[in-house]
């Protein structure tokens, strides 16, 4: 496979560097359980996803068992040195921030809401990605730790940014009445 790996891809080959000789079953259920959206892919995905890695020498399976190969390896490795690859690493989509955009469509009432419900949605996810963090220092992995406290991180600064557009929001309505 001479082209460039998708991130899915280069996720399924850490996952199995990760838990060892494993199942395509268990990479499907890492997949499935994951924090992250982009990642939550089932088996229509996850399985052809194998297949084609097994196909291009990145992955071996004998008695069933997911193995990743020395090629599959060096991939693994130059993805996780950000050898070859672009400045999509550091993009950052994040679809609370693309509404933001067009909260000026809404009335007050529903830009309020929207605050409303990106708050509650941001804790609880917080919440999660704190309960995962526990899991994993408490399994000893600490680096999988440490990447889900990035997410605790990053969950914590959407908390942040969603508190200014309230407080923005907000003058923006004491200016109008103010005018009125």
């Not at 990743?68 to 693994?76: D, F, H, K, S, V």
């Not at 999509?88 to 929207?114: C, H, I, K, W």
């Amino acid at each position: 496979m001479n082209r460039e790996l998708s991130t899915l891809e280069l996720t399924a080959l850490g996952v199995v560097w990760k838990q060892g000789p494993c199942t395509a079953y268990a990479v499907m259920r890492e997949f499935a359980g994951s924090q992250t959206l982009a990642y939550r892919s089932g088996a229509g995905s996850i399985y052809p996803l194998l297949k084609r890695l097994r196909a291009a020498g990145l992955l071996s399976e004998r008695g069933g068992k997911l193995r990743i190969t020395a090629a599959g390896a060096q991939r693994l490795k130059n993805w996780a040195l950000l050898r070859n690859y672009g400045r999509e690493v550091f993009a950052n989509l994040d679809p609370l921030r693309s509404r933001a955009y067009f909260l000026g469509a809404l009335s007050t009432e529903d830009q309020n809401e929207f605050i409303e419900n990106s708050l509650r949605g941001l804790n609880d996810l917080r919440r999660e990605v704190k309960e995962k963090v526990r899991a994993y220092e408490q399994a000893g992995q600490r680096f999988s730790a440490l990447a889900m406290q990035g997410a605790v991180y990053e969950t914590e600064a959407r908390i942040k940014f969603v508190k200014a557009l309230a407080r923005a929001l907000r003058e923006q309505e004491a200016t109008a009445e103010g005018e009125g």
